[in-house]
């Protein structure tokens, strides 16, 4: 189990929910050794999830003038590049070793760290404001 914390917006704390759901599945998929369209889908849906879920952390941001939202865009930029170049790489290495290995430590960690930091301050900031 990742252990992070609730934050101050609900659709944040189910999004979150959601994404550690994702992760698990496809963790065990990589593990049982699944078909590569079964893995290439859950990525696609892991991709889609994280975009959407920053896309409306941000729009709400802006809505109340949050501002350190230069640094928490800034964050999700990255992390949705690295998410996107390490799906393509699976996509063309088939390594089920590295891209394992990537959620299981890389993702675990950058999780955890931005909800307990960025995510919990900002929805507490949200929250006062609305
Ligand atoms: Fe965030």
Known sequence: ??????????????DHAE???LRKHLLDLLHMGADHTQVDAML????????RHFTE??????????PPYP?????HDKVL???VSRIETWKVTRNAKDISSWLE??????????????DFVTAAYIQARS
């Not at 696609?44 to 975009?51: A, P, S, V």
């Open 1 to 14: 189990m990742l252990n992070y914390p609730r934050v101050a917006i609900d659709f944040m704390n189910n």
């Open 19 to 21: 994404f550690v759901a």
């Open 44 to 51: 696609d849906q892991l991709l889609e999830h994280t975009r």
């Open 57 to 66: 952390e941000e729009e709400l941001m802006l809505s109340v003038q949050f």
């Open 71 to 75: 640094m928490h865009k800034g964050e």
């Open 81 to 83: 590049a690295d998410m």
């Open 105 to 118: 430590h890389a993702v675990r960690d950058w999780f955890v760290n931005h909800v307990s930091s960025m």
